[in-house]
Structure formats: structure tokens, C-alpha cells
């Protein structure tokens, strides 16, 4: 089972809150994670952004940079080819995603994922009406 990982997700399992657990859960179990390489980009923005509004203590923040990299360590990066920005370009217009959001939906299309996982509700939408399972980790 291939499960796709985008940065929401991600970042659950750097700071503990809500859907933390799920996501460990899925993590855990998964057979292979993926991920594009724009992913630790958006976490480590969300990251400082976190310190900034004190969501984050400065030493939790460097603790979380190099929690970070042992992740992406663990993930399967898909490369974002002309063919993937293409089908994001094509998903940003019918799905009316955000950028980076199509372009998640667009790699785990790509690489045939079985699950996306995101705590991202317009995403899980779309990625739903485009056949994948979803799990979002706030889902009750």
C-alpha cells in the first residue's frame, strides 16, 4: 500500500496536536510513504512559522528541523515533472485547488497511491472525487 504524505500530515508528527496520533498510525503501517520535495519546503515555512507565533519554543523548533529530516528520510520522493504540473495545472482549474495542493493531488495521482493523507478538507475532497482513499487525521 502505497500512502501518499502531504505537509499537513507531515508536520502532525513533528508537533503534537490534534490527528498526531492517526498520523503516526498511518505512518506506521503504510508499506511505502511518497511525498514531493516542495513538501519540505512548505513544513519547514510552517515550522518557523509555528516559533514566530510562539507555537514553538526556540530549542522545540530546532528539535522539530531535525525530526524533519529524518521523515523525509523515510519518504519516497516523487519527482514533479512537466507531466505532474500539467495535471496539477488541470486539477487547480476543476478541482479549484490551491498550487502546491494540486500538485500533491497530482504526484499521488501519478504514482498510483492507494491512500492520500491530509488534514487539508478541500484536498481530501478532491482527492476523493478523484478515486483515491483519504485519510485525514482529524476525521473523527
Request: overall charge negative; glycine content about 6%; hydrophobic content about 50%.
Amino acid at each position: 500500500m502505497i500512502t501518499y504524505v502531504d505537509t499537513s500530515s507531515l508536520l502532525k508528527l513533528l508537533i503534537q496536536e490534534p490527528g498526531s496520533q492517526q498520523v503516526a498510525l498511518l505512518w506506521d503501517t503504510a508499506d511505502a510513504l511518497a511525498a514531493i520535495p516542495l513538501v519540505e519546503v512548505e513544513a519547514r515555512a510552517a515550522l518557523a512559522a509555528a516559533e514566530r507565533g510562539a507555537r514553538l519554543t526556540a530549542g522545540q523548533h530546532v528539535e522539530a528541523r531535525s525530526g524533519l529530516r529524518g521523515l523525509l528520510d523515510e519518504l519516497t520522493m516523487v519527482a514533479i515533472t512537466d507531466h505532474v504540473i500539467a495535471q496539477a495545472a488541470e486539477l487547480a482549474d476543476r478541482e479549484g485547488l490551491r498550487g502546491y495542493d494540486a500538485v500533491h493531488l497530482a504526484a499521488a495521482l501519478t504514482i498510483e497511491a492507494d491512500v492520500l493523507t491530509s488534514a487539508d478538507v478541500a484536498l481530501c475532497a478532491a482527492a476523493e472525487r478523484c478515486g483515491l482513499h483519504v485519510a485525514n487525521p482529524l476525521d473523527r
